[in-house]
């Protein structure tokens, strides 16, 4: 069952796992379950979504209740402030804005840009390649544009590429994961989603707490972040 995070006469929302996709699409031919379909189910009404979050992500997802309601939210979340988090290969400077313009699937040249603060580093006393240690930074992420994977490339621009990421990762920092952890989960994760209720106009904040899986590796990598704050 999906966890609900917020409900009401207008809009619901949900904890999206990971791998879960959120509709059918020509990019996802190899599955047949999808978010949209089982909240669905789940709540027995009707459900649209709002945006869109990538499979291999996890975290807030937003759905209107009735289709005359799409336009309003999504007008209104356009100009809401999205705050994700991430585990990263590397010391992430302590705070940053990365502006590197995308290219859409259609060849478009789109203008990106993404602010980050880092809120804590590991290291842990596993070699890497010529490295005696590996080192690892957890990191809030707000993006200012929309753009498609915008997080996972931008960060791989940095050479500080999430974990778990395929294509825009590091393989061989996935291999290790995986071999060492059996961990094969991207780490990026969407926390918080604040915006107006275009309904009563009050502010709202939807917050979806890190998956198992997430808190499992913040703890193999010792960080010491209160994982209730998280």
Known sequence: MLEVLFENEHMIAINKPHGLAVHKSKLVRNT???ALQLLRDQIGHYVTPIHRIDRKTSGVLLFSKTPSETAAIQNELQKSDKTYMAIVRG????SGKIEKNLVSDNGKIQEATTIYK???YSEINIAQGAHSTARYSLVSIKPLTGRK???RKHFNHLRHPIIGDRPHGCNKQNRFFLNTWNMNTMLLHAKDLSMYDPYSNEPLRISAPLSSEFKRMVVSLKFKTDLLNL
């Open 32 to 34: 047949t379950v999808f």
């Open 149 to 151: 994977h915008q997080i």
């Open 91 to 94: 010391f992430t400077p302590e």
């Open 118 to 120: 880092t809120l804590e």
